[in-house]
């Protein structure tokens, strides 16, 4: 059974900086498609970024472009969302999530495209 494990939300200012972490544990392959999304009060969840493990290659939702990187470390099994000049409207539930299923996508996954998600960390952000 697969297992995600997010770490590294928490409350900062507008113009701040957070780092999310995303452990994995229980796998016997190598996911396809790793991401992020996000989910606000009162509104849809939001794929925020996916990297295809396989090529390397990152995609973006255009709220984040320029602020936000998507990166793994294979030897640590951990995803990570670096977030940069933080804006109140990024406050929301962060989730990360992976994919084992082959698939060819050139675009931000949607929640739905992925098959585990982690419990979520918090991230606000304060004017």
């Known amino acids: 059974q697969v297992q995600l494990v997010e770490s590294g939300g928490g409350s900062v200012q507008a113009g701040g900086s957070l780092r999310l972490s995303c452990a994995a544990f229980?796998?016997?392959?190598?996911?396809?498609?790793l991401g992020w999304f996000r989910q606000a009060p009162g509104k849809e969840r939001e794929g925020v970024a996916t990297?295809?493990?396989?090529?390397?290659?990152?995609y973006y939702a255009d709220s984040v472009k320029g602020r936000f990187t998507i990166s793994q470390d294979s030897a640590k099994n951990t995803l990570y969302l670096q977030m940069n000049s933080l804006k109140p409207e990024d406050t929301a539930m962060y989730y990360c999530a992976a994919d084992f299923r082959f698939k060819i996508t050139h675009r931000v996954l949607m929640d739905s495209e992925y098959n585990y998600w982690g419990q979520g960390t918090q991230v606000t952000v304060s004017s």
């Open positions: 229980g796998y016997t392959y190598n996911p396809y498609y």
């Open positions: 990297i295809n493990t396989r090529g390397g290659f990152t």
